[in-house]
């Protein structure tokens, strides 16, 4: 795995991998999810990502509510670099590399408060509305976005978003990705009816995604790919996100192997192979293909030869909950 500088620290995204299974033994689904820091699950490349890592700011703890407001303004001294920001409530680094004749994204992001992982829809999670994900995340002061699982396109799954349930219609054969108020993460495979939940472990659930498959799954590779409508033996671009610790996630993406671009684009199963080889503890796969937007600063990053920027219907993205200067 080749990775490369840029502004002015060197990351390559490996940090805690995370291992500690919690079961949902009060549900009749198999749920799993959460984080361990334990120690002894640290290589040498871990400990030595892990002395940059940040500490949020000392005094009043800041929060954002979890509805559909945006998140405090980014504050123009954050921006380090192009690649870089940090102010007393986030840390963002991005870096890019190349894998298997693939360029791949990796933005490394650190948060004081669940509240600032949030999700925004242009027009609403009961509408199909799409728009420019570079102004989806302008109008909500994201720090860094990305394209979301496109929920509105199937008319099934469970779609819970800010702690406001849109829509419980699963039916089997999709992953579901829940994010609890402590901002840690749990799946449930291939998902039936009535197995969507808005509590787990004694925990609310804030988010839930439903595209997947699951790629990561407390370290270790998904179990299934052959995944409907996910073009998964194609070379393609891909997005997922993932958490590595407790307040720290990972948005990963890799580039398209359209005529121009540069790069071979990745299958499925090889893309959540690269993952976790990352390090993370749970990796969430979400829509690809020319969708695939990594957005910083109001600028979108990934794949810099595509000339056209498709209208996504929704976004993850992450937010300051400093106040505004």
């Given at each position: 795995?080749?990775?490369?500088?840029i502004g002015q620290w060197?990351?390559?995204?490996?940090c805690i991998g995370c291992?500690?299974?919690?079961?949902?033994?009060?549900?009749?689904?198999?749920?799993?999810?959460?984080?361990?820091?334990?120690?002894?699950?640290?290589?040498?490349?871990?400990?030595?990502?892990?002395?940059?890592?940040?500490?949020?700011?000392?005094?009043?703890?800041?929060?954002?509510?979890?509805?559909?407001?945006?998140?405090?303004?980014?504050?123009?001294?954050?921006?380090?670099?192009?690649?870089?920001?940090?102010?007393?409530?986030?840390?963002?680094?991005?870096?890019?590399?190349?894998?298997?004749?693939?360029?791949?994204?990796?933005?490394?992001?650190?948060?004081?408060?669940?509240?600032?992982?949030?999700?925004?829809?242009?027009?609403?999670?009961?509408?199909?509305?799409?728009?420019?994900?570079?102004?989806?995340?302008?109008?909500?002061?994201?720090?860094?976005?990305?394209?979301?699982?496109?929920?509105?396109?199937?008319?099934?799954?469970?779609?819970?978003?800010?702690?406001?349930?849109?829509?419980?219609?699963?039916?089997?054969?999709?992953?579901?990705?829940?994010?609890?108020?402590?901002?840690?993460?749990?799946?449930?495979?291939?998902?039936?009816?009535?197995?969507?939940?808005?509590?787990?472990?004694?925990?609310?659930?804030?988010?839930?995604?439903?595209?997947?498959?699951?790629?990561?799954?407390?370290?270790?590779?998904?179990?299934?790919?052959?995944?409907?409508?996910?073009?998964?033996?194609?070379?393609?671009?891909?997005?997922?996100?993932?958490?590595?610790?407790?307040?720290?996630?990972?948005?990963?993406?890799?580039?398209?192997?359209?005529?121009?671009?540069?790069?071979?684009?990745?299958?499925?199963?090889?893309?959540?192979?690269?993952?976790?080889?990352?390090?993370?503890?749970?990796?969430?796969?979400?829509?690809?293909?020319?969708?695939?937007?990594?957005?910083?600063?109001?600028?979108?990053?990934?794949?810099?030869?595509?000339?056209?920027?498709?209208?996504?219907?929704?976004?993850?993205?992450?937010?300051?909950?400093?106040?505004?200067?």
């Amino acid at each position: 795995m080749n990775l490369q500088k840029i502004g002015q620290w060197v990351i390559c995204g490996l940090c805690i991998g995370c291992l500690m299974t919690h079961a949902g033994a009060e549900m009749d689904i198999s749920v799993e999810g959460g984080t361990s820091s334990d120690s002894s699950l640290l290589s040498d490349v871990h400990q030595e990502t892990s002395e940059s890592s940040f500490t949020a700011g000392e005094g009043e703890h800041y929060t954002l509510p979890y509805d559909f407001s945006p998140g405090q303004p980014p504050r123009a001294s954050g921006f380090i670099s192009d690649y870089e920001y940090e102010d007393p409530t986030i840390h963002v680094v991005i870096t890019s590399g190349r894998e298997a004749d693939c360029t791949y994204w990796i933005a490394d992001v650190q948060i004081a408060d669940a509240s600032q992982f949030r999700t925004a829809a242009a027009g609403g999670f009961d509408s199909n509305m799409v728009m420019p994900g570079t102004a989806l995340a302008d109008r909500v002061n994201a720090v860094i976005a990305c394209d979301g699982d496109y929920f509105c396109y199937t008319g099934y799954g469970y779609i819970l978003r800010q702690g406001t349930l849109f829509l419980d219609k699963l039916k089997g054969g999709r992953d579901v990705l829940l994010v609890d108020e402590d901002g840690d993460f749990h799946v449930i495979i291939k998902a039936e009816r009535n197995q969507g939940v808005d509590t787990i472990n004694g925990k609310r659930v804030i988010n839930a995604f439903f595209f997947g498959p699951v790629l990561v799954n407390h370290g270790e590779l998904g179990k299934e790919f052959r995944y409907q409508d996910m073009a998964y033996q194609e070379y393609s671009q891909r997005m997922c996100i993932a958490q590595v610790g407790h307040l720290h996630y990972q948005i990963i993406c890799c580039e398209s192997p359209k005529a121009g671009r540069g790069s071979v684009g990745m299958k499925l199963q090889q893309f959540a192979e690269f993952v976790q080889s990352l390090g993370v503890d749970t990796a969430y796969n979400l829509d690809g293909g020319d969708s695939t937007m990594l957005i910083f600063n109001g600028k979108k990053l990934n794949d810099p030869n595509n000339p056209s920027l498709r209208n996504i219907a929704d976004i993850i993205y992450f937010a300051s909950a400093y106040p505004a200067e």
